[in-house]
């Protein structure tokens, strides 16, 4: 994912968006690209956005603003610096997954991955045999421990 800095021009950012939503206003079923091709441009949906996309396609805030925060791939707030995606399924948390969970999210809090980390929850990587799975900036690895984890996010604390 692209990340762009936070826009200080707001009005500016908006008229962006109100473009990509025009430019799709007569395809069948609108909201769901115009919100990829925001996320695209931006890295993520901020509360203005859902305004203007909202008012362009006729639709409700509160319906596109459901939509947004249905799907964990769009953001409302720009893209962190680094993220550790846990997998939280079933096959995982018979190995141990629950706790690695737990440590990742408090060692994320205390800033042991860096100052600016993200730790989130996946249900299956589709890598169930080498649990407890996850991503480390979106590369999948295996066989997760809190030490595991500590040491291949090494780099980003220096
Ligand atoms: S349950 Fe964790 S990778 Fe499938």
New binding site residues.
Partial sequence: MVRKPPTADVGARVDVVRAIAAARLEDRGPLMPVLHDVMAEFGYIDHADVVAIADVLNLSVADVHGVVSFYKDFRTAPAPAHIVAL?R????QSVG?EALYAAARYAAAAGDYGPDTEVEQVF?????AL???GTIDGRLVGRLDPDRLSALTQEWRS
């Fill in positions: 997998c399924g079933e096959a995982c997954a299956c990587f589709g890598n169930c649990g407890p799975s």
